[in-house]
């Protein structure tokens, strides 16, 4: 990440815009990324040829030959893989720096360019996923369910409506200020308050999937323990042992069990859905021996 930085500061792109790229090519651009990221998506190449597709129309317009071309489209074959909403700043900052290579400004090759693709990468992927993956997201889904109780279609029809707007609005938003700012972009997005700012994003993440978890998960169990004598109705009452650990400290089975769930995917590497089978069975298990309410 310095080396990246200190390439750019030694760097400078001063040169007369003789080629500049259309708005409808950027636009061409932006939506191939927006739809298409993952096109012919695997792990070896992850969205490679999703870059390379929203770079086409960039390319095609700078170039007049075939052979150069074919030949600047191979500048984007290396493997590439982000955060996609945020990482669309990618493509509009690679977009500005074509632009100002094709107009014959120093420095920029295919190493130069290369060199931002894989040092931008790491860095968004980290912001996106903290911002928008650990945090906007889960804050919309939880606005949804509270609208689908009932069975209300309210709660997935917000869902799809603003995530879609919203998702759309940033990322041609971030596309376009990547492709005004070039190259200057690298230091706004991998400087020491970047840092700062991913960092704090990540903290407040995990305040608000806790307490998602605290609000939507709902384990209790209701084993009898003992029984306590009601004075004024002259009757037994059942003490539960969900009764006692609430009382000295709340949702202490739901948290138990997000952290057990943690545990096999971050640590055992278990998937999402063997989780939530071994969850499945359980509960299944628990309430047929009276453990689980």
């Known amino acids: ?19 500049k790229i259309s708005k409808k090519t950027l636009n061409s651009s932006f939506w191939r990324w927006w739809y298409g990221n993952l096109t012919c998506f695997s792990h070896e190449h992850m969205q490679t040829f999703g870059y390379m597709w929203s770079m086409l129309p960039i390319i095609k317009e700078l170039y007049p030959t075939r052979e150069e071309q074919s030949e600047k489209m191979t500048t ?20 500005g720096l074509e632009e100002a290579r094709a107009n014959g400004a120093e420095g920029i090759d295919d190493e130069m360019i290369n060199g931002i ?26 606005i949804a369910l509270g609208f689908a109780e009932g069975g209300s279609p309210l709660g997935p029809l917000f869902y799809i409506i ?11 938003f971030v596309y376009f200020k990547g492709y005004e700012l070039g190259g200057s972009a690298v230091e706004l997005l991998v400087g020491q308050k970047a840092t700062a700012f991913r960092e704090s994003v990540l903290v407040m993440g ?22 306590s004598y009601d004075a004024e109705t002259g ?30 995917m971050a640590k055992k590497n278990i998937t999402p859905i063997k989780v939530l089978l071994l969850f499945v069975v359980i509960g299944f298990v628990g309430s047929v021996v009276g453990f689980l309410g």
């Open 1 to 19: 990440m310095v080396h990246l930085q200190t390439m750019m500061t030694r760097r400078t792109f001063n040169y007369e815009k003789k080629e």
């Open 162 to 172: 603003v995530w879609n707007a919203t998702s759309i609005w940033f990322q041609k």
């Open 206 to 227: 995990q305040v608000i999937v806790g307490a998602m978890a605290a609000s939507w998960v709902s384990i209790s169990t209701n084993l009898v323990i003992a029984q």
């Open 76 to 95: 984007y074959y290396p493997f590439f893989n982000t955060e996609p909403q945020i990482g669309s700043i990618v493509v509009g900052i690679t977009a």
């Open 235 to 264: 009757k037994l009452t059942d003490v539960t042992l969900g009764s006692k650990l609430d009382g000295a400290f709340p949702k202490i089975l739901t948290m138990l069990f997000v952290l057990f769930a943690w545990w096999l």
């Open 117 to 142: 693709r894989a040092g931008l990468m790491g860095p968004l992927a980290g912001i996106g996923d903290s911002l928008i993956v650990g945090t906007y997201i889960p804050i919309l889904l939880g």
